[in-house]
């Protein structure tokens, strides 16, 4: 089994900064894909950030400039800066991941969220 958990969330005002990392964890073979999405209240789940495992990334229009995703295979974690934060940055963000496991069965994986606050 695969296990993503995330961390860094918390409360910051407009304009601030804060980093996201997504570490993978159990019987991991190789991580291909990683990703964050984020689900603000009564919204549905949305893509922000996808990058591949060769480096490749993309993200949603409404992050471009301002969010970077990044990752670091040797630890299994990916990231995500997030700078010139907003009020409507405020959701839960959730890392996803294509993991092969040791079983070599592909298979998708969430983390359980971390909750990101912007005050204005």
């Known amino acids: 089994q695969v296990q993503l958990v995330e961390s860094g969330g918390g409360l910051v005002q407009a304009g601030g900064s804060l980093r996201l990392s997504c570490a993978a964890s159990?019987?991991?073979?190789?991580?291909?894909?990683m990703g964050w999405y984020r689900q603000a209240p009564g919204k549905q789940r949305e893509f922000v950030a996808h990058?591949?495992?060769?480096?490749?990334?993309n993200y949603a229009d409404s992050v471009k400039g301002r969010f970077t995703i990044s990752r670091d295979n040797a630890k299994n974690t990916a990231y995500l800066q997030m700078n010139s934060l907003k009020p409507e940055d405020t959701a839960v963000y959730y890392c996803?991941?294509?993991?092969?496991?040791?079983?070599?069965?592909?298979?998708?994986?969430w983390g359980q969220g971390t909750q990101v606050t912007v005050s204005s």
């Open positions: 996803n991941a294509d993991c092969v496991s040791t079983a070599r069965v592909l298979a998708n994986y």
């Open positions: 990058i591949s495992s060769g480096g490749s990334t």
């Open positions: 159990g019987s991991i073979h190789r991580i291909d894909d």
